[in-house]
């Protein structure tokens, strides 16, 4: 078992940047592969990026490929999503996930945990 608490979402302008964090406690964080994921009003949650449990490999979306970094510090049990140039349509709640295995996952069925989310807001 896992718990997972987002912090560092807001309001932001277009092209502005946030960086969100992810505090873990419960079992080891090491252990389980992370990933945020967002959810726009009206629409289905969306992968957005992850990466495996020592941070070598880490995989992006296309929509935010090259403007977000996803990182994690095992020694701090956390995790982060760097979000530069933001756009309106990054507009939504984003959560972490957290699953045990080596693989980074994309479809939210396969999370084992999740946050409970923050609010990020996009102004154009």
């Known amino acids: 078992q896992v718990q997972l608490v987002e912090s560092g979402g807001g309001l932001v302008q277009a092209g502005g940047r946030l960086r969100l964090s992810c505090a873990a406690s419960?079992?080891?964080?090491?252990?389980?592969?992370m990933g945020w994921f967002r959810q726009a009003p009206g629409k289905e949650r969306e992968f957005v990026a992850g990466?495996?449990?020592?941070?070598?490999?880490?995989y992006y979306s296309d929509s935010v490929k090259g403007r977000f970094t996803i990182s994690r510090d095992n020694a701090k049990n956390t995790l982060y999503l760097q979000m530069n140039s933001l756009k309106p349509e990054d507009t939504a709640v984003y959560y972490c996930?957290?699953?045990?295995?080596?693989?980074?996952?994309?479809?939210?069925?396969?999370?084992?945990?999740w946050g409970q989310g923050t609010q990020v807001t996009v102004s154009s």
């Open positions: 990466i495996t449990w020592n941070g070598g490999s880490t």
């Open positions: 419960g079992r080891t964080f090491s252990s389980y592969v």
């Open positions: 996930a957290a699953r045990g295995g080596s693989y980074i996952f994309t479809t939210p069925s396969n999370s084992d945990f």
